[in-house]
């Protein structure tokens, strides 16, 4: 149904019930997890290195790092700038009229230039309050107290020279990512850093979905012997540069250079390296589906903490007092070297290859991906995190009311301790009438297939309330698409995701926004996504079902159309393990071993064709019960006799055989009961049988007679 559209200023009207092109999604479950990857969390396209997994060609050249000394977490400061924040100067050590201003909150610096500082990396990343522009600097320091003052200061930032450094100052979060400002490599402040809440909710089910950043000791890295000033083959492929004390790398290895992605190889497991703790198993699956870069080094030569190596895994700032709160340790292993974590830095360090054919043209080894990454998400501040603050104008969304600027004081962010995901959500509501439309030009986009998500709640009763998307197929209005906003609770269970899919983008841009009007009702909104989608996503079509003996436990499904597969399992709920199979097909079936053959465990499975996704619910994979037969009837006979079988757990028997003869009809009756017909050449002897839970034999024998003659 088409309906005549109003226009102000090229704005659509915010008070019509839109009804063209809505696609609306049934209402789900609050706890569905978010579809695509919100761009500031995890930055970069599908083609980063920091998003590209290891493949299936992957070639793992052996490496001697030495003993392990201990782990020092490089901390990373990454800042959303907010312009209503105030302005500070960003300048050169020792040349003040080098400086760059930027939006930076009260309250929030970096440590004192001239004091101790945690590494003398120090990389920092400012995210433009347009959203998409990245500034990088390193090392960024608070001033020495001559400048502004101690609490007031400037920041300050080497730019090398002063000029090729400000070649990172603007970059893409949309972009490849590969380029950035950590000094020994020229590699990204931002792109591979472990983020707040991605090592610190205590969950392995919750993988770290990209490449991380680490950082060695000097003596480490590769220097050739014969040609002592060639720089070029200190570092590789991402890197550009390394260390301007590269005269110091006293590695031999000339596949351990600057810019090297390690990676754990894939005959490594949990198990065969002992890990125990939540951080080193999340750690190990992040090393061994993405990799680490090495972007910088850690230590200079001859230092050796507890008699080893020290290896600097890189962290948003802020990391290590969630992870010291979560598991009750520090982040840093210092001289403690006797705990799990320890232990199991140390495992994971010693099991560290390079992955040899990283190269621009085959990331990761090329191959078939080990794991499936989710699409990125081109809404700018999706979460309403990025302003950090109960903000009247969210950083990326504009306002529009054709009542006019009076109304843009009906949405606003604000923190009610219920957001769907983080700490805020954007709010339309005003005691009095009002007319309210927050939205978004997003530029850039490739053309294709897109899919509109967000997570809602509304008291219900506004004159209108949609989530829409516009501008798709023609620059100045074109097609419109629509799904209402419907009436819910207020509390954090609350949340109704709802969607629109097939926006069909043919002219590069798309415009996404709500329409709130109404007085004295209210409207919130969480969690907003914008991703490139197929025309049919992946969907589970049966199963799945699991068939267990000894061991072992084979899980098969069927999907609708070919996708990926991973199975996530352990002996309780929060699972714990993950098996996966890169191969792209519809009927799926992974086999776990090394199972106790006692113990009860727990699964689900997940598919994905690289954009969509559909998982399973946790279902329960019971031990095999050994099988016993009680008894048997007639006693005796010929052959060809049907003969029944009593007993308990014969549910899935694989044969039954009379003297070691195996029957050609078996029929199951019930997990007490079978039938199974006396096989010719049968002789006289115990009856057996085998089900997944072992094999058992009858106490008495069972006597074949000879036919009966006419």
Known sequence: MTQKQYRNNGRISATLPYALGAMVLALTSPASAQLSRDPWYQPFSANSIWNTPIGSSATYTTITLGTFGDMLHDQEYLIVENPNDPIRK????GNPSAYFNIHVADGWYPEPYLLPYHTPNNCAAFLENDGISLYQFTPLRRDDGNGNGYTTGDLQAFWYNGTDGPAFLSTNLFGDGNGGEHAGSQLSCLGGDIRKGEFTDNNVNNPIKHAVKLELDWDQLYRSTTDTTNRSQTFRWPATTSDNGYAGYA????????????????????????????????????????????????AGNNFRPNGGHRMNICFENGVETDFQNTYGYSLDTGSNTTNSWYNDLKAIYGALKVVDNNTASTIGGGGTPRVSVRPLNYAVNPSFEYDQSSASTPIGWTKYSPNGSGDYNACYLENLGVAHGGSYQMTCYRATSFSIQPYQQIHNLANGNYMLTAWVQSSGGLSTANMYAWRFTDPNGGTLQTAPIPSTGSGSGDWRQITISNIKITDG???????AAGSGVWMRVDNVELYQSKATPVSITSGPTATRSGTTSTITWTTNIPSKSEAYYGT??????????????????????????????????????????AASDIRILAPALAPTIVSFTPASGPVGTSVTITGTNLTGVSWVKFNGTVSKSV?????????????????????????????????????????ATK
Request: contains cysteine; hydrophobic residues 35%.
């Open 90 to 93: 960003i300048a050169q050590p």
């Open 251 to 298: 590695g031999t290895n000339s596949a351990l250079r600057m810019g090297s992605l390690l990676a754990v190889p894939t005959t490594a497991t949990e198990t065969s390296l002992a890990l125990q703790t939540v951080p080193g198993k999340k750690l190990f699956h992040a090393l061994q589906d993405f990799g680490g870069y090495i972007v910088d080094t850690s």
């Open 509 to 515: 841009q798309c415009e996404i926004g709500f329409q």
């Open 572 to 613: 309780t709920p929060s699972l714990g393990k993950t098996l996966s199979s890169a191969t792209s097909v519809t009927s799926h079936s992974i086999t776990l071993t090394g199972l106790s053959a006692t113990a009860t465990y727990y699964y689900k499975i997940i598919s994905t064709d690289g954009i969509t996704s």
């Open 667 to 707: 029929t199951p009756v019930s997990p007490t009961s079978l039938k199974a017909v006396v096989p010719v050449a049968a002789t006289t002897g115990k009856i057996s049988l085998m089900t997944s839970g072992g094999i058992a034999s009858s106490a008495s024998s069972f006597t074949v007679t000879a036919a």
